[in-house]
T-cell receptor, first 114, second 109 residues
Framework: NAGVTQTPKFQVLKTGQSMTLQCAQD?????MYWYRQDPGMGLRLIYY???????DKGEVPNGYNVSRLNKREFSLRLESAAPSQTSVYFC?????????????FGDGTRLSIL | QKEVEQNSGPLSVPEGAIASLNCTYS??????FFWYRQYSGKSPELIMS????GDKEDGRFTAQLNKASQYVSLLIRDSQPSDSATYLC?????????FGPGTRLSVLP
């Protein structure tokens, strides 16, 4: 049972490059989320999707775009990477469409922008 | 500004002792609260959820919620070195899932 799968696990980019982080869940969850985690800052929500076909901004959406491709997959795109986007990115999913359900996390993507 | 506050630690306890982790939150209307454990270099892992005032026990873990005082705590009984990790408190604020910065726990053999 894979749960939430993120790819890639590690990535190094140069400033200005673009890339897409992939996330897929096999738990038939409705909601999916993207977070970034920085030392001393905790987890901060970038974007979320309460159901297939909908996406909403979180606390720190600037510089990112997302796509809810289908119920299983939720991707995060950096159009023009900046050093401030160096972070660990986590994808998560939860069963319901509301906010009262616990979230289950993938293993994370460690992204460095040079 | 919706806030979740935790003592960053490190909190050091001897093996076999009770570890007490605390979390305070700013919105009296919050209804859902979660504790996650995160080992270094790993992803957060759900330990407990609590929605009602009082205590909720699951094995060696007990979550305590006091909505009037706006705090939620996690007690770990018979602490083991394998419990050494960062513990994240998470609070639902309306349409947002807000994490605290985490408390680093070190259980000394």
């Amino acid at each position: 049972n894979a749960g939430v799968t993120q790819t890639p696990k590690f990535q190094v980019l140069k400033t200005g490059q673009s890339m897409t982080l992939q996330c897929a869940q096999d738990m038939n969850h409705n909601s999916m989320y993207w977070y970034r985690q920085d030392p001393g800052m905790g987890l901060r929500l970038i974007y979320y999707s309460a159901s297939e076909g909908t996406t909403d901004k979180g606390e720190v959406p600037n510089g990112y775009n997302v796509s809810r491709l289908n119920k299983r997959e939720f991707s995060l795109r950096l159009e023009s990477a900046a050093p401030s986007q160096t972070s660990v990115y986590f994808c998560a999913s939860s069963e319901g469409t509301g906010w009262d359900q616990p979230q289950h996390f993938g293993d994370g993507t460690r992204l460095s922008i040079l | 500004q919706k806030e979740v506050e935790q003592n960053s630690g490190p909190l050091s306890v001897p093996e076999g002792a009770i570890a007490s982790l605390n979390c305070t939150y700013s919105d009296r209307g919050s209804q859902s609260f979660f504790w996650y454990r995160q080992y270094s270099g790993k992803s957060p892992e759900l330990i407990m959820s609590i929605y009602s005032n009082g205590d909720k026990e699951d094995g060696r873990f007990t979550a305590q919620l006091n909505k009037a005082s706006q705090y939620v705590s996690l007690l770990i009984r018979d602490s083991q070195p394998s419990d050494s990790a960062t513990y994240l408190c998470a609070v639902i604020y309306g349409q947002n899932f807000v994490f605290g910065p985490g408390t680093r726990l070190s259980v000394l053999p």
